[in-house]
């Protein structure tokens, strides 16, 4: 093994790189330091304000988006690990025309101050994108990383099964 | 999930179109030109002398607007709602480790941290005190000159030793209540923004604006009309930010540099400055007939309310008068003391000290039924208050049969769950149980408190029916409310419709978002000002358009001559019409209904819930899983069908987690719990897929005081049934909370119920 | 209150990321104690926010093409499901290989974080942190994990890597290997993790175990292995030897629950005392065997 060889082809990162992604379809390209994090990138560089801040350990979910359609927490995504990949917001959803998720938590009341909403809608449509019929078993792992403080849960079950059942 | 009133109307809360896409602008969301980032140093020892604090070598960091101590406060160095005690930037001592000691305005958030750290503090520490038995020990170094206590509160009645002597049973035990976190998802923030004539504009989230503006002045030295509240959205509040907490610190640093300052607490921040429910400990010794009637009820109330007053003793008062709830006992000796120590401060918090003094209220009822050998709902059924009976205090109520129609509803419910968990088998490892508990709660904030309410209604100039409030929207569903009451009452359409609250430049007086009383208010100010209202408007339109009066009436988009087809005139067309004439408004302002009685905090609306709960207890772990639940409330017809569910099943659910698992621990005055790793809210899989809630809509005959707000009582008789509900399915009684999965598995080896231990 | 905001040394940290094992080494080498390896991150930025040094090299492994990758592959006359360090612990959840071949994986993964976090969270992290609450089902698995450092690779049990406290951290868990054997389908597995909450939180305890019963009814392969939050996960050996050559009915549960006790030394913390997980584990452990013979509703 060269070590010394290995050296020089190791890429480096640091402080400010340019970031190249897709917010919602659209590409951004922004200076930002390796270590940021995603939540900060997208409030502060792209003034998506939708994804929210609460815990920032990746703790309670408000921060949640798809990164290449997966579910993740913003708040634990570092600028350099988002590189080349797609983020979808809650401002992104339902830009196509389906707004089922978001009609179904207005009609079943799934939110109230709304802050944990746009990552609890994320986390929804991870899971709706996988098992369209969720049992009552896969919307709790499903649903299980996002903290709403307000509902108590009900009306964002409602929601989800409002979905499940086609009305939405 | 059930729910007995169906959604009468499909419309959706005002503000829910902007919550589910995103689009709303909290104002911890806002930013503005050439805006600084705050950050607050908060003390470093839960008590300490401070002997000197040294700035210059975080003022001299690149980056860095300016460094504010107490010597840059305008003002008054102080606030809280009630006794303004707690420093804003403490001088020369701190009392606990969210006190403030120096603030940095700085280009960015990193270095606004970076100058936190420049900052020299030098500290003499003294003796913490973290309890309040050592608060209240003789030779206690004073944390205030007053004194350790920051009230006492007693209420008495009869003679209670002698009713003991005479009684067949009694039955005394000690709760503890633990120090619950609000844990609302957007933490405290917000943006202060300075003008040039030297006023600011203050975004930032709070339950009564106009009590921040006056705080602020205070702080400030500044006119109050030199300071605007901006206090709407929220993204949760729960009683947690109606005390100043950023805005002292942000309207400082704003003015000193004349740039718009934003200050958002992390949640670590939040935990260590921010307010917690009250830890109590109550003991409680009732006693009862041999038929069960009880006579006599003796209550000792200490409650930690850490360093400083803010709506401490209010919160004592509510205890107090709370601690005979829905019963009727001859003999009373209550007493509660407010005691300040070095831990987090206590203050409001939904539920406002009913939650701990129900939990050992029924607490007691359900350990009476047991040694009488009486079922517990009949033990309930005989001492419960009859509709004319007086209030706790004995002081005349609005008359109401809420909570023997709460407890019946809740007896048949208790009836089925027992049917049907006969026929359903337990795993080997579990034992489930069922319980039940009964609550009763004071709206408004009681006799001999300012508790001003109000509104406006008007045509605005665009030709809207304009509402407004002087409340907040912490995501309660108030807009909802006050959207439903006035489509009804009014007879227009949500298009017409334009609500303004939570800005003291647009609203009027209604008083603070709190203490169930929005949906009260804006019922009573809505049917105050709707005759008023819509004579004025008929009769300009009866001039305009030569109509009489008595056939004109409000309608969708304009108004209609009774019979018509559309509208003779719409809302835009009069507002076009009367743009030179004097404005189409009506106020009202009145006085929250209080009782005629001089009893202090004493309660006139009340309303009632009860609680029926299943729960499984793990024989392994100890643990406990609440798995069925229903709640019954009576507080009047339902206003806003999703909004009245959601507050009680997440009412329900926050005082599941009370009960279960949360505590803001602290040890030797310093939090051990500072972020959702630690500090555990129930998720989604904690909770009963299986609630249901029931409203009993009715309304004492002649009740003239409309729907009551509900914003707490779904979050009181949980507590009580859950721990009713482990005694069902192990023997045991709990008493000190949250309930500790170490305990139940000790009384479940004590009890043999694992053959191998 | 020291209020700096925990990770804001993490604007000052360089990133690397190499492509290669090799070069992944190289960096760790260079920079020694100043850079640790960094995957998906989600429990060293838990850490970092609750004090713990930020270093100033992360060595992210993310672009490193061998330690990816579900597969089963054949060692001797074995079966061996090798699964790449860098896979998420979603993957893990949901790869057909694993839900297939060690479904007790899958099913040990679901109980870890959140969607969201697993989504991010490798497998390779979980363990190297070595209080993973994988590790003790990698225990009763015999599970192995591949070890490189700079002079050479090998291959390692996961008890005897646990044990060996000489291990350096330089240290980079490139694979996990999962036996699959025959005797396997005869084997009967169980895993639970206690929290203070249903889901999404750290564990109180964390327990494992395997067992099968041969022809004669007696209890053979008997592994037990507990960890989970602040506990150090091991096997437990003593309490395993209680079991072997005996039926089930002629098991002392007292016996076997004073063994549990002595031999898990759990830690204390704010809300549950070591005696408490103790007892946890016991219980748990005592009624999972009894299930084997005597099933009842779950």
Request: proline content about 4%; aromatic content about 6%.
């Amino acid at each position: 093994m060269d070590l010394n060889k290995a050296d020089h082809v190791v890429s480096k990162m640091k402080e400010e790189f340019t970031l190249s992604f897709l917010v919602n379809g659209q590409k951004h390209e922004l200076p930002v330091q390796a270590s940021a994090r995603l939540v900060d990138i997208l409030r502060e560089k792209v003034h998506l304000t939708g994804t929210k801040v609460s815990c920032g350990i990746g703790r309670c979910g408000a921060c949640s988006v798809l990164l290449d359609g997966q579910l993740v927490n913003a708040c634990l995504v570092m600028a350099y690990q988002v590189n080349g990949k797609s983020v979808l917001t809650i401002e992104g959803l339902g830009t196509d025309g389906n707004r089922n998720i978001q009609e179904a938590f207005l009609h079943e009341g799934g939110f109230q101050c709304g802050y944990c909403t746009s990552g609890m809608i994320m986390a929804v449509k991870a899971l709706v994108d996988a098992v369209p019929n969720p049992t009552e078993e896969d919307i709790k792992e499903a649903l299980s990383g996002n903290l709403c403080r307000c509902t108590g849960y009900g009306g964002i079950i409602r929601a989800v099964q409002r979905l499940a059942n086609g009305n939405a | 999930m059930k729910f007995n009133i169906s959604e009468r109307e499909g419309r959706v809360r005002p503000d829910g179109m902007a919550k589910v896409t995103g689009d709303l602008k909290y104002l911890t969301d806002l930013t503005f030109p050439n805006m600084l980032h705050g950050k607050i140093l908060r003390s470093s020892y839960p008590h300490a002398n401070i002997v000197s604090i040294k700035t210059e070598r975080a003022e001299q960091l690149p980056g860095v607007a300016v460094v504010i101590t107490h010597k840059d406060v305008p003002g008054m160095n102080r606030f809280g709602i009630i006794f303004p005690d707690q420093p804003v930037f403490c001088e020369d001592k701190v009392r606990y480790m969210g006190d403030a000691i120096a603030a940095v305005a700085a280009e960015s958030e990193a270095i606004a941290y970076e100058a936190l750290a420049l900052i020299e503090v030098v500290y003499e520490e003294l003796p913490v005190i973290d309890d309040p038995k050592k608060a209240l020990a003789k030779d206690a170094p004073k944390l205030h000159p007053s004194g350790n206590i920051l009230h006492r509160a007693t209420f008495k009645n009869g003679d209670v030793s002698k009713a003991f002597d005479d009684c067949f049973t009694v039955v005394e035990e000690t709760y503890e209540l633990p120090r619950q976190m609000h844990a609302y998802l957007e933490t405290e923030g917000g943006v202060i923004v300075p003008k040039e004539d030297g006023s600011i504009t203050v975004y930032a989230g709070t339950q009564h604006g106009f009590k921040d503006r006056f705080q602020l002045a205070r702080i400030l030295a500044k006119p109050e009309h030199e300071i605007r509240i901006i206090s709407s959205p929220m993204g949760g509040s729960f009683g947690g930010k109606d005390e100043l907490n950023i805005q002292p610190y942000g309207a400082i640093l704003a003015l000193v540099t004349g740039r718009p300052v934003k200050v958002h607490h992390t949640r670590k921040e939040s935990v260590w400055a921010g307010l917690k429910r009250h830890p109590m400990r109550i003991t409680m010794k009732t006693g009862a007939s041999k038929t069960g009637k009880i006579v006599a009820h003796e209550v000792r109330i200490i409650a930690d309310t850490g360093a400083y007053a803010t709506l401490g003793p209010a919160v004592l008062d509510f205890a107090v008068e709370h601690a005979s709830g829905p019963y009727i006992i001859p003999n009373i000796d209550i007493e509660g003391l407010s005691v300040f120590t070095n831990n987090g401060v206590s203050g409001e918090f939904r539920g406002f000290g009913g939650n701990q003094i129900t939990f050992a209220l029924e607490g007691q009822i359900n350990r009476l039924a047991e040694a009488l050998g009486i079922d517990p709902i009949e033990l309930r059924r005989k001492n419960i208050r009859k509709a004319t009976d007086k209030g706790p205090l004995g002081q005349r109520i609005a008359p109401s049969n809420g909570a023997l129609e709460v407890l019946e509803s809740i007896n048949a419910l208790c009836m089925k769950q027992k049917e049907k968990q006969k026929q359903e088998p337990c795993s080997k490892w579990k034992r489930k149980g069922t319980g039940m508990a009964l609550a009763m709660h004071g709206g408004g904030l009681g006799f001999g408190r300012l508790d001003s309410a109000g509104g406006r209604l008007a045509l605005n100039h665009e030709g809207k029916i304009e509402i407004a409030f002087g409340f907040e929207e912490c995501g309660q569903g108030l807009l909802a409310v006050i959207e439903n009451i006035v489509i009804k009452e009014i007879g227009c359409s949500q298009n017409d419709l334009k609500i303004v609250i939570g800005d003291t430049a647009l609203v009027p007086v209604s008083g603070s978002s709190t203490a169930s009383r929005g949906t009260s208010i804006v019922w009573q100010s809505v049917q105050r000002m709707k005759e008023p209202f819509t004579q004025k408007i008929c009769k300009r339109v009866s001039q305009l358009l030569s109509i009489p009066e008595n056939e004109l009436i409000l309608g969708e988009n304009g108004l209609w001559r009774v019979n018509g087809k559309h509208p003779c005139m719409t809302y835009k067309q009069l507002a076009q019409e009367m743009k030179d004439g004097s404005p189409l408004v009506v106020y009202t302002n009145f006085h929250f209904p209080t009782t005629p009685d001089a009893v202090i905090g004493g309660h006139y609306l009340y309303t009632f819930g009860g609680v029926k709960v299943e729960v499984e207890v793990d024989l392994l772990t100890g643990k406990v899983k609440v798995t069925d639940l229903d709640h019954v409330i009576a507080a009047g017809p339902v206003i806003s069908p999703n909004g009245y569910r959601g507050q009680i099943e997440g009412g329900g659910v926050m005082s599941l987690g009370y009960t279960l698992m949360e505590e803001a621990k602290m040890e030797g005055g310093r939090y051990v719990t500072e972020n959702f790793d630690t500090y555990l809210i129930p998720g989604i899989a904690d909770i009963p897929f299986h609630t249901n809630v029931q409203a009993i809509e009715a309304l004492y005959k002649d009740d003239s005081h409309g729907p009551r707000g509900v914003g707490e009582i779904g979050t009181i008789a949980i507590t009580p049934a859950i721990v009713n509900a482990i005694h069902d399915a192990i023997g045991h009684w709990v008493q000190h909370l949250p309930v500790s999965s170490e305990e139940i598995l000790e009384a479940i080896e004590v009890r043999r119920m694992l053959e191998w231990t | 209150m020291t209020t700096k905001k925990e990770n804001s040394s993490l604007a000052s940290s360089v990133i690397w990321t190499p492509t290669t094992i090799q070069e992944a080494l190289a960096k760790k080498k260079e920079f020694g104690a100043d850079a640790c390896f960094i995957s998906g991150g989600t429990l060293l930025q838990l850490q970092w926010e609750n004090g713990n040094k930020v270093p100033k090299n992360l060595i992210s492994l993310q672009l490193i093409q061998k330690m990816q990758g579900i597969e089963v592959e054949r060692d001797h006359d074995c079966k061996v499901l090798s699964i790449g360090a860098l896979s998420t612990l979603a993957t893990c959840q949901n790869h057909s290989l694993v839900t297939m071949e060690r479904k007790l994986l899958s099913e040990v993964v679901k109980h870890i974080a959140a969607p969201a976090v697993r989504n991010q969270a490798t497998i390779g992290g979980n363990i190297a942190g070595r209080s993973g609450d994988v590790i003790p089902a990698l225990l009763v698995m015999d599970a192995e994990i591949s070890l490189c450092n700079k002079v050479s690779s090998l291959k390692k049990s996961v008890w005897s890597w646990l044990k060996d406290k000489e291990d350096q951290q330089d240290d980079l868990l490139t694979q996990v290997h999962l036996p699959i054997n025959e005797q396997e389908r005869n084997m009967h597995y169980f895993y639970k993790k206690i929290g203070r909450r249903e889901a999404f939180t750290a564990a109180i305890v964390t327990v494992a175990g395997s067992m099968s019963l041969n022809e004669l009814g007696e209890l053979d392969h008997v592994r037990l292995a507990v960890g989970g939050g602040d506990n150090l996960p091991h096997r437990l050996k003593a309490t395993e030897r209680l079991f072997k050559g005996e039926k089930l009915s002629t098991v002392t549960w007292k016996e076997v629950y004073s063994s549990i006790l002595k031999e898990f030394l759990p830690t204390t913390d704010a809300f549950l005392s070591a005696d408490y997980r103790k007892k946890v584990a016991a219980h748990i452990i005592i009624s999972e065997l009894q299930e084997l013979v005597f099933p009842s509703l779950k």
